[in-house]
């Protein structure tokens, strides 16, 4: 059952949040009123996830992530704030956070997002002896239009890294979720050509106008391939779908307050947040997402004495 600590000052907010997944699964909660008494609960016991709601990430927010991702890195954090603190919310990922979601969309993307979240943190074990003779690994995959796929996929693809002994923990999630979101947005945007502007929408056009594109030609027959090269020195994934593809120049700006409210604009911002590097060929059919590997330093004692990954 998996363990979720959530941090509000507010009772009434706890409530809520908790109220929006209360319904799809399963799930242990513990609460915190404040950054001290969340680092208290680490300390005593590690959650599986953990879920931050702060109007603005703010120095002091921005050092507990810190501290956090320091001490705890197989602890991921959800960062819920609002559209308007788009360039904090983008530091608040470079210190540590593994997703984001503006308050104002909870109701329609927390369950998505914990899920995602839980299913990059929870990587099952692979034949470990065999996998951590690997030194280097490079795979093709070829993929239908199905998302339910992506899941193990990226599972696959962390334990190579864990077993090559690459990246911390915290680490692999990250270059997990970027891999992630590359293959939805080739899937839904790519092969079967679906506005994000769609997401946006109430009336459920979205899933249903998915529905019918993955049974309905041309869209049915196109493929996503997933090229894979892992080296001491760097992860590289490529990414190509067989849509008609978009000009790379006309990306929305990620940072931008109105594309941080909306769903379509995270992906883009978790990959570049996420990634070394994140280059479209010319047609915009194919993302190649780079990960330069370097040897993480070892977790430094706090202040506070929180740090323990146990």
Known sequence: M???????PSGTDRQYIAGLLGTDRELQWEYASSGQEALEKLSQSRPDLLI??????????LELLE?????????????LTSAQTAQTTAEALRHGAISYLPRERLAERLRQTVAKVLTAAGVQRLQPRLLGCITESSCLFLLENDLSLI????????????HIGLLDPAERMRVGLAVEEALS????????????????LENHAFEKLLAQRRTSPP????????EVSITPEEARFVITDEGPGFNPQELPNPL???????????????????????????????????????????????????????
């Open 185 to 200: 947005n080739a899937i839904i945007h790519g092969n079967l050509e679906l506005s994000s502007q769609l997401k946006d």
């Open 52 to 61: 931050a709601n702060v109007a603005s990430p703010g120095r002091e927010g």
């Open 256 to 310: 931008d307050p109105a594309n941080l409210e909306r769903c379509s604009g995270r992906g883009i911002l978790l990959m570049k947040t996420f990634m070394d590097q994140v280059q479209y060929n010319q047609k915009g059919n194919q993302v190649t997402l780079i990960k330069r590997l370097r040897s993480q330093p070892p977790c430094s004692q706090p202040p506070s004495s929180y740090c323990s990954d146990g």
């Open 2 to 8: 998996p363990k979720i600590l959530l941090v509000d």
């Open 151 to 162: 899941g193990p996929l990226i599972g696959y693809l962390q334990e190579n890294l864990a």
């Open 219 to 226: 869209y049915c027959f196109r493929k996503v391939s997933l």
């Open 67 to 79: 501290q956090i991702h320091r001490c705890w890195p197989t602890v991921p954090v959800i960062l």
